[in-house]
């Protein structure tokens, strides 16, 4: 992981990008049985629909030698009919490749689970922003995010136990840092360690719908400062320890992203990873999915990231994506 880590800061470092992306994340839905207040999917007007299987299946032939796929795109991938037979197809075009997807945990039912671990899925990821659920003594959630139903925490504990022993696929929390929320938190780290969750993720609250379509009257979500961002990582960093968990902030990736910073280079995206939008385009991200800068259907990977428009999007990059601190280390107000 250290390799990889500074590997991509040496690329973002010096704008060098890798041979072909390394990662490609395909929209295969942007369907939801949830309606999260800080999902911007709506005001950045994503197409509510699933990507057909057939041009699923072209879309991946086209990226031979990509190492890792995450299969999520702006919605909930369990509800495309065909997930794991995309699954499946993904690792029959090469086996090596790393399967992984983010899910808001609540369609993880036996018979969803027993596919999951007979997959070759790496990694599920699970949106969940808090640990309010206590059948003694239920607490309101105290945030904006993803819900922490019973039925959720039953599915999580449960796809948790029936792993084997190598704990794969890996279980990764992945939860927004919130003002007030720090209980919630909280329990959630010990619950998470409690469980035999692999890693927790934090990630700043994600605001860019509101910065992509600044009319809207988005909710007005607000976020917690730096300094209180940094304050809320090292507490629950520190309760990691005591349940053995360990707890990540996305946006403080420490040293590296500091001295990428320095340089202006603030985002690790584009230097290996693309994303594939429900029609089959190439776009430097999940946010500027209609950045088009070629599709699938016509050429293949390398020719598209190595091509014109990769290649002015890159050198344009810090005007075309002016207002996301998605990734930085400062953020915005
Ligand atoms: S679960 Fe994810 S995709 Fe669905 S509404 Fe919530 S944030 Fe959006
Ligand atoms: S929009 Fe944000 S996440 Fe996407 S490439 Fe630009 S800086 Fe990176």
Redesign the pocket.
Known sequence: MIKDRTIKFLRCLFNTPSKIPVEAQIEITNKCNFTCPMCPREIMDVPLTNMDFGLFKEVVRKLSGVKDFILTGWGEPLLHPNFFEMVDFVSSINPDTRIRFTTNGSLLNKDVRKKILSSKIEQVSLSIDGYSYDSHNPLSPQHNGHTESKGIIENITALASERNSNRRPAIVFQSTVQNNNLKGLKNLVEFAGKNGIDRMNLVRLDV?GQILNPKSKIRNLKRPSIDEERQIYRELKNAGRDFNLPVFFINQQGLLLQMAGHFDR??F??VDHVYINIKGDVT?????RKMKTGSLLKDDVEQIWNGKIFKKFRAN?LK??KG?D??KRRHHH
Request: with cysteine; glycine share 0%.
């Open positions: 860019r603030l985002c995206r584009t430097p991200c999940c946010i500027l990059q075309v994506c996301c998605a990734l």
